[in-house]
């Protein structure tokens, strides 16, 4: 029974509690700026907590401070509710202007991280195509060195086929002049021939008339 009534205690508590609605006590503050130290001075104007104050002077007989606001507005106020650093209100604002300025920090990181991937990609691509470039200058090179060993060999090949026909030239010269000398040779031997031929005509015919005189006059 005793644990039974603790069970329900637990059950109530838990239930009253989340019942309850809960309320916060609010930082702001307002305070009066006045043209004089004292509160028998007029208000120039109610700063809220949190806000910059430039420090003038002192009066600590009294309790005020002159200050500057960020307008140029000067006047004084209780020294009490003065602080050095920025209250919770002020600090919660720059914290979350840090956090903002965090957040915009890592959005551009993000933003360039995401370009650095991207030019990252696009050097593997320009990598991946300066491979196929090169295995296609590499086929280029091999092309061009059996180019070139071929025209070597055909250059060696045309240097003989010149130097042979040179060579043929020469030949072809000398059968010529020797085709040429033998020519004047058999025309000399014609020319030596007919010439012979002609003397032993005309020997022929100086003689064969005596010859056949002799033989009349025996006949008689």
Request: net charge neutral; proline share 1%; glycine share 6%.
């Amino acid at each position: 029974m005793k644990k039974l009534f603790i069970v329900f205690a637990l059950i109530f508590t838990a239930t009253a509690a989340q019942a309850v609605e809960k309320r916060y006590v609010t930082d702001s503050l307002w305070l009066q700026l006045r043209s004089g130290p004292g509160q028998e001075y007029r208000i120039l104007k109610a700063l809220q907590s949190g806000e910059h104050l430039i420090f003038i002077e002192e009066n600590a007989d009294v309790g005020y401070t002159k200050v500057r606001t960020d307008k140029g507005l000067e006047g004084w106020v209780l020294t009490r509710f003065l602080v050095d650093e920025p209250v919770a209100k002020e600090k919660l604002i720059l914290a979350n202007r840090e956090l903002e300025k965090v957040k915009a920090e890592l959005e551009t990181t993000k933003t360039q991280k995401a370009e650095y991937q991207a030019e990252v990609e696009k050097l593997k691509s320009e990598r991946s195509g300066l491979g196929r470039e090169n295995t296609d200058l590499e086929d280029e090179l091999n092309r061009i060195k059996t180019i070139s060993e071929n025209a070597l060999a055909l250059d060696e090949k045309v240097k003989k086929l010149t130097q042979r026909n040179q060579d043929l030239e020469i030949k072809l010269e000398t059968l010529t002049a020797e085709n040429e000398s033998l020519s004047d040779h058999r025309q000399r031997t014609f020319l030596l021939y007919g010439g012979g031929l002609v003397v032993l005509g005309i020997v022929a015919g100086l003689i064969l008339p005596s010859i056949r005189g002799r033989k009349s006059s025996g006949w008689a």
